[in-house]
């Protein structure tokens, strides 16, 4: 085995050396046996001036490469040290090419050894890591970074991570390395011959590789299943005691009141069989304030307690945070788990499948079976929220998620194994069920059980419960959908569930199948045709509707009803869409039959082509599903729902989506859910609007149950922390127009920032006027003053900008949407929120237009009754942002002046914790900020 590696990195005027870019640093770390053996670095004369961006990105400068050695110097020592050796990078391509190019203009032979590329190999073995920036990982494996983007340094934590990643291959079960080694084949890096030698190295002293399962030549990470604890006497103890248990338990506990008062109401609301609705202000502890409650009062009575989030955020702090906590304080065991949709899971059977499946050979499936593989030795969970998959293996997820419509249960050799299944089983002798609002809702909405059965439920952010429900109690269909089904179908040629199915025809001799698949294969591109016609017919109608010009961005989306059936163009789709339901039930037809004629046959089958026949099974159930889906969109039109339709103006000619929500969700809810239920608890830091629930209880059907209310009050001084100012010299978008009005912003934000040197987080409505405001803002400033983020600019999730935002002390990040709640900045890492407007709801919103028209309907004032409440709610999160800890302190701006000139506005105001509101021009209360951040 060659165990010599030459980690190499280098710094560069650019990133094209066909451009004429030249290397200005190279830094070399060779490692032997795991070992650092030696190391080399030097400046490089490039023999050109280095770009500003690049000594600002680095830190080298023209004089500090004016008297370094030319390249051709510096190039016999490293083709010396790369003799014989793996040529290793942090994105190999780059620094190789530079170096190759570099090598061939000084004369030099090109370096023609094996490679491997570290970003690669930690796709591969570091699936949990948030990023593979080698910046990032340092701070994931907790390897030492002291001059990033310095050649030297880069290299030497790029060699500390080979060492890591090597090491966790060499201790990768035999049989998983074994199942890996076709696929590694096809990577970048050359792997090959270095997991040869483990594997041969492995097969001369076999060992019993603890913790690992093996099974149909796979090895996954052995589980143990739960056992349903016996109730124990120790569960008889008042909740309210446990919080003293807790203050002498931890160092930094503080007892809160409205914490207190919270697990009392928990608990009494479930002991006499009542509904509550409370509000905990940031900072009460409503975690503990359900969960303690909760558990004891589940424990007493035998019975599983459901809890259930909006966000996965909120899941991983219950079972990272709290539940550790509680198993320390309660003087009885419990356990509990988090139970998702099925869809979350892999399902063992299909991946196997996949394995050996040659459709779809192309490197980002590939490198996902490789990723997987290495994933079944570490997952007891078997949950896609593990992974960071890119684009290409989300794709790969599709085909081997676990569904119902392919499933085998019982009948599968996978089943005791199975992620999805183990995790019911798991959730039916668990305490706690903490779940998801979609799986919640999903589960009152479905035939089958998806939770255990259960009588008392917490339900956390639960100001998301009426777009939850509407979500999944509503209709959408696209042609994307038809399209992915009758592509798994495929045909004769194409490697699909047709060709596979004519590959058993041959191995199992099944009577009529082939005759049965040649009608299958030639019904589909009538189908197809149909439906392009139809979905391309119905973006048409939307785009004439609209009046939309072709150079629109974005989608557009059009409310659609009954008055439509008196419009000769709808009448057309309306026949369209009746041969595209014709077409679907022939071929609906002829996929039953192909089922049935297998079915006959099963005995004879093999378990894959059992399998095989599952999906095909699941494709024909899917397809049927979504036939009655769009039959209800376009032929089901009716006053209690919504119905509409969105195109992408400048999208593919069929992309068009159907959507249809119920406009009132309360009675349904009150029917279907709360009427079920001993109690529910609904909890959340922004449930009332002017200190009054009836908002809430109202639209989610809770009033005829006379839930319990409470207000519990933060326990932080707003008074003393948070300053709320209203500039008055920012004018309101409707007295200019919105190039004037970005531009004044952006230069009041640029005004706040230098008072608060960043550390901002600026909430936009629109995601138009925060790109316009973000480049504004740009140009104002230096390039090196402030570090922009912007969501929707900068690639990556919330969580991925939250992090970069927090990691730079004068960082400004621009969002919008999801940036109003969930993320959490303690301390001096924000010390300044602005509000650019206040958040209604868009007018043309076919939701909320639908729920107003029903309210005047019914003689109600929408306003009042709809779109104000929703956007005070919005607001009371947008503005909890900022103080997350008694120690945290900062100013509010809101750059909206109806909050201080409307009544109206009033209303957010008073639906705030207590603060003192500012009025005046900006200089005069930018000068009251700096004297007040002086003090602090």
């Known amino acids: 085995m060659n165990n010599r590696y030459v980690v190499i990195d280098v710094e560069t005027t650019g990133n094209s050396p066909a451009r004429g870019d030249r290397i200005i640093q190279v830094g070399a770390v060779v490692v032997e046996n795991n070992i650092i053996v030696d190391r080399f670095s030097s400046f490089v004369n490039p023999e050109i001036p280095i770009p500003p961006f690049i000594e600002q990105l680095t830190g080298i400068n023209d004089e500090m490469v004016a008297d370094a050695p030319l390249f051709e110097e510096v190039a016999p020592a490293i083709l010396q040290m790369l003799e014989g050796s793996y040529f290793v990078a942090h994105n190999v391509l780059f620094d190789l090419n530079f170096l190759q190019e570099e090598f061939e203009n000084s004369g030099y032979r090109k370096f023609s050894g094996p490679m491997l590329d570290t970003v690669e190999l930690s796709r591969v073995l570091l699936l949990q890591a948030d990023s593979y920036q080698l910046g990032q990982l340092a701070d994931y494996l907790g390897i030492v970074h002291e001059n990033p983007h310095q050649a030297d340094s880069d290299a030497e934590v790029t060699a500390h991570l080979l060492v890591q990643l090597l090491n966790k291959l060499t201790a990768l079960p035999l049989l998983t390395l074994q199942r890996l080694e076709p696929f590694l084949k096809k990577m970048q890096s ?411 046959k099963e005995d004879h089958f093999n378990f894959k082509q059992k399998g095989l026949v599952a999906d095909f099974n699941g494709v024909r159930n899917q397809l049927q599903e979504e036939k009655e889906k769009l039959r209800h969109l376009l032929w089901g039109v009716n006053e209690d729902e919504v119905f509409w339709l969105e195109v992408e103006a400048k999208g593919a000619k069929n992309a068009v989506y159907l959507y249809s929500k119920p406009i009132v969700i309360g009675d349904m809810l009150a029917d279907e859910f709360f009427a079920k239920k001993n109690s529910a608890v609904l909890t959340s830091a922004t449930l009332s609007v002017r200190n009054s629930f009836q908002y809430m209880t109202s639209r989610l059907g809770l009033d005829d149950f006379g839930p319990m209310t409470a207000n519990l009050p933060s326990p932080f001084s707003y008074d003393q922390q948070v300053k709320f100012m209203v500039p008055e010299d920012v004018p309101l978008i409707n007295e200019v127009d919105q190039e004037t009005f970005v531009a004044v912003i952006a230069r009041q934000l640029y005004h706040i920032a230098k008072v608060t040197r960043g550390r901002m987080l600026v909430l936009f409505t629109s995601s138009d006027m925060l790109r316009e405001t973000y480049n504004v803002f740009k140009n104002i400033s230096d390039s090196d003053e402030f570090v922009l983020f912007g969501q929707g600019i900068d690639s990556g999730s919330r969580a991925r900008l939250t992090k970069n935002f927090k990691k730079f002390e004068q960082s400004i990040l621009f969002g919008t949407s999801s940036f109003w709640e969930g993320i959490d900045i303690p301390g001096e890492d924000l010390s300044c929120l602005v509000i650019i407007r206040l958040p209604f709801a868009p007018p043309d919103n076919p939701v909320t237009a639908a729920r107003a028209d029903k309210l005047k309907r019914d003689g109600g004032n929408p306003f009042m009754e709809l779109s104000l409440p929703q956007a005070i709610i919005r607001f009371k999160q947008g503005f909890g942002r900022l103080v997350r800890t008694q120690r945290d302190k900062g100013v509010v701006f809101v750059f909206d002046r109806r909050i201080t000139e409307t009544r109206y506005g009033k209303s957010f105001i008073t639906s705030l914790p207590p603060v003192p509101v500012q009025k005046g021009l900006m200089a005069d209360l930018l000068t009251d900020l700096e004297g007040w951040l002086d003090q602090s």
């Open 190 to 600: 050359s792997l090959e011959e270095i997991v040869k030698d483990i594997i041969i190295s492995k097969s001369s002293r076999i060992e019993d590789e603890e913790g690992m399962d093996y099974f149909r030549q796979l090895a996954i990470k052995s589980f143990s299943p739960v056992e349903k604890e016996d109730i124990g006497a120790d569960a008889d103890v008042d909740p309210q005691s446990l919080l003293r248990t807790l203050a002498e338990e931890m160092e930094h506990y503080e007892t809160r009141e409205s914490q207190q008062k919270m697990i009392g109401m928990v608990f009494e609301a479930m002991e006499d069989h009542q509904h509550a609705v409370i509000e905990a202000g940031t900072g009460v502890g409503k975690s503990l304030g359900y969960l303690i409650p909760s558990l004891v009062y589940g424990k007493q009575h035998d019975r599983p307690i459901v809890i259930s989030t909006h966000t996965i955020q909120l899941q991983q702090q219950l079972m990272e945070r709290d539940i550790p906590i509680l198993k320390n304080i309660l003087p009885f065991p419990f356990h509990a788990t988090v139970l998702k949709g099925r869809n979350n899971y892999l399902c063992l059977r299909k991946f196997e499948q996949a394995l050996d499946d040659s459709y779809d050979d192309n490197y980002d499936t590939n490198l996902t079976k490789a990723q997987l593989l290495v994933w079944l030795t570490e997952t007891t969970q078997g949950d896609v929220e593990e992974l960071n998959l890119a684009s290409g293996g989300k794709l790969f997820w599709q085909q081997v998620k676990s569904d119902s419509g392919s499933c085998l249960n019982q009948r599968c050799p996978w089943f005791s194994r199975c992620f999805y299944h183990r995790k019911r089983r798991e959730a039916t002798a668990s305490d706690l069920v903490i779940t998801n609002h979609a799986l919640l809702f999903t589960d009152v909405k479905s035939d089958a059980q998806l939770l255990p059965s259960y009588k008392e439920v917490i339900i956390d952010e639960a100001h998301h419960v009426e777009e939850v429900v509407s979500d999944h109690f509503g209709v959408q269909t696209d042609y994307f959908v038809f399209a992915r089904l009758l592509e798994r179908l495929g045909t004769k040629e194409d490697n699909g569930l047709v060709q596979k199915l004519y590959e058993l025809t041959e191995a199992a001799e099944v009577t009529g199948l082939e005759e049965s698949l040649e009608k299958i294969a030639l019904k589909l591109p009538d189908l197809k045709m149909e439906l392009d016609d139809l979905f391309r017919t119905l973006r048409d109608y939307v785009l004439e509707a609209k009046k939309s010009s072709m150079n629109d961005f974005g989608r557009v989306s059009y409310r659609y009803g009954e008055q439509e059936g008196k419009r000769v163009a709808w009448q057309a789709i309306m026949e369209m869409s009746q041969r595209v339901h014709f077409e679907v039930n022939d071929l609906e037809k002829l996929l039953k039959k192909t089922v049935q004629l297998c079915e006959e």
